[in-house]
């Protein structure tokens, strides 16, 4: 079945991943999670893609959040089914062997900031407005944000952000660490798209193991993440790329990369 809301374009070995509800600020609803995790499982299986972008329609938001309209008619029962949705696509861009850069154009609240967090990479135009606002509607957070954010700022400023329900800048959010980079907007989209040239240059045998080791690692004691990190150093003693990239090296040339 066809998209309705998600675009995707694929040049150069980086698919660009486009949230297309301009009219509801590309609020996510039921559909569409259902249709960013269809697009996304696709990217993961072609060999043609080594990067993804995701982004938003136009320039007032990546995304404002979940979509207030339909979650106002839910039971609890369709609000647990709701947020196990949204975990399961935040969990699987986690867990891609492709990095994910988000190219956050300006607002980023709620279920949006969540997505974002999920992403490998985070770019923030300057006009971007991030938050969660979800206890001033009588919730919580409930794709991934309350355990996401505390992990990536610490739980004091996670808890500042998400118990006051505020917005902050993307001159905050930079310093806080929410985000990589703060560009001008009309910038925004070649930024996140130079960084996804050069990743797509690389083995991605090697950034996807790299990924899997920093996203796995960080739930392990230090010890055993090392021990993770070399076991997986050493199986990619096994494949061409490997093989390729040091060979390239000692030859002066430039390496030829299969994925293999």
């Known amino acids: 079945m066809e ?8 040049a150069e070995g980086v698919a660009t991943v486009t949230v297309n509800r301009p009219g509801s600020l590309n609020a996510l609803n039921s559909q569409v999670l259902g249709e960013l995790e269809c697009t996304l499982y696709k990217l993961e299986q072609d060999a043609g893609v080594s990067v993804v972008i995701l982004t938003g329609a136009g320039e007032k938001a990546f995304v404002a959040g979940a979509d207030i309209k339909e979650m106002a008619e839910m039971n609890s029962f369709e609000g647990h089914r709701f947020a196990l949705q949204g975990q399961r696509v935040m969990l699987f861009m986690e867990k891609m062997t492709k990095p994910v850069i988000a190219a956050v154009n300006g607002y980023a609240l709620g279920g949006g900031l969540e997505l974002a967090l999920a992403c490998d990479v985070i770019y923030a135009s300057d006009n971007a407005k991030l ?25 004091n400023r996670a ?12 001159q905050k959010a930079l310093a806080w660490g929410v985000v990589n980079e703060v560009v001008a907007q009309a910038e925004l989209a070649a930024k996140a798209l130079d960084l996804a040239r050069e990743i797509a240059k690389n083995g991605s045998l090697g950034v996807g193991y790299a ?22 150093f050493g199986v990619l003693f096994a494949t061409a790329d490997q093989k390729e990239g040091m060979s390239a090296f000692v030859e002066k040339r430039k390496a030829q990369f299969q994925g293999k």
């Open 159 to 170: 808890k500042e952000l998400i118990y006051s329900g505020r917005m902050i800048n993307a």
């Open 211 to 232: 990924k899997n080791a920093i996203v796995n690692g960080l739930n392990m004691t230090k010890e055993d993440g090392f021990r993770y990190e070399s076991s997986l």
């Open 131 to 155: 938050g969660f606002p979800e206890v001033t509607l009588g919730i919580i957070p409930g794709f991934g944000g309350t355990q996401n954010l505390a992990r990536l700022i610490g739980p």
């Open 3 to 10: 998209n309705q809301n998600i675009l995707c374009e694929i």
